[in-house]
């Protein structure tokens, strides 16, 4: 089966950068990997409003028309504004927005399992949706003993757990705060653990007991003339990535 990971996208206008690149990478998505699941780790727009997500639902619709499967969790800034502030109705306008783009209603953890690859989608946000907890995240224990349950449900040849906050890089005000308890069900259970955050790309191998830990970058931050996102290949429990070049003139593949 194969996967790509987006994240951190912050869209709020038109006029953004970040908007024109996600159309290149939208374009280069439905023309290339029609038969890949997206999954997108959170940070859709930048302060929960409703005209942010208007428009990037509008940018990434492309995908789930054309795409296997797109999944989608909040990040800190699909809730608050900044990123930090709590927004009034901020969950909402996500759930709306979520519904809108890939159909999903029910809240997370989302699971959904193809081809033998079980999804394990968690919002990291709406337990540390206070003003007072900042950008942080917090899965909380009834999200966790559910991921729990899921981990131990069927037989998939492949287990993906998914969420938007960075499980143990410790930045003050930015941090997971039951990283460790989070870490701790997964061990030993989870193939690929998927993030965003920080806007940093970076792969770990077995660590805390998890196959492969990934987090990906910006994926709307180009470098001098590309954009970049890896693309994963799922098989019988054996993960396989490349990281993926997606040029800003449209040439490449
Ligand atoms: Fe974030």
């Not at 224990?141 to 131990?152: I, K, P, S, T």
Request: charged residues 25%.
């Amino acid at each position: 089966m194969k996967l790509i990971h987006l994240s951190d996208l912050h869209v709020s206008t038109r006029d953004d950068p970040e908007y024109r690149n996600l159309q290149h990478i939208v374009d280069h998505i439905t023309r290339h990997h029609q038969d890949a699941a997206i999954v997108i780790t959170g940070d859709f727009v930048n302060s929960a409003k409703a005209s942010e997500f208007e428009v990037v639902r509008e940018a990434l619709a492309p995908l789930a028309e054309h795409c296997r499967l797109v999944m989608t969790m909040p990040g800190n800034h699909d809730y608050k504004l900044w990123g930090n502030v709590e927004s009034d109705g901020g969950p909402e306008r996500f759930f709306e927005f979520r519904e809108k783009l890939t159909k999903a209603r029910a809240g997370y953890p989302y699971v959904m399992e193809i081809n033998g690859v079980q999804l394990i989608a968690l919002d990291s946000c709406m337990a540390a949706n206070d003003t007072v907890d900042l950008a942080r995240g917090k899965i909380g224990y009834a999200q966790r003993m559910q991921v729990a349950d899921y981990l131990e449900m069927g037989s998939p040849h492949t287990r993906v757990v998914m969420l938007h906050h960075h499980p143990f890089y410790r930045d003050l005000g930015l941090e997971l705060v039951d990283a460790d308890e989070l870490l701790a069900t997964l061990a030993g259970r989870c193939d690929l653990l998927l993030f965003g955050h920080r806007h940093v790309s970076a792969v770990w191998s077995e660590v805390f007991g998890v196959g492969w830990i990934v987090a990906a970058g910006k994926s709307t931050r180009a470098d001098a003339s590309h954009l970049h996102c890896r693309v994963f290949e799922l098989e019988a429990g054996i993960v396989n990535y490349r990281g993926n070049r997606i040029a800003l003139d449209g040439s490449s593949v």
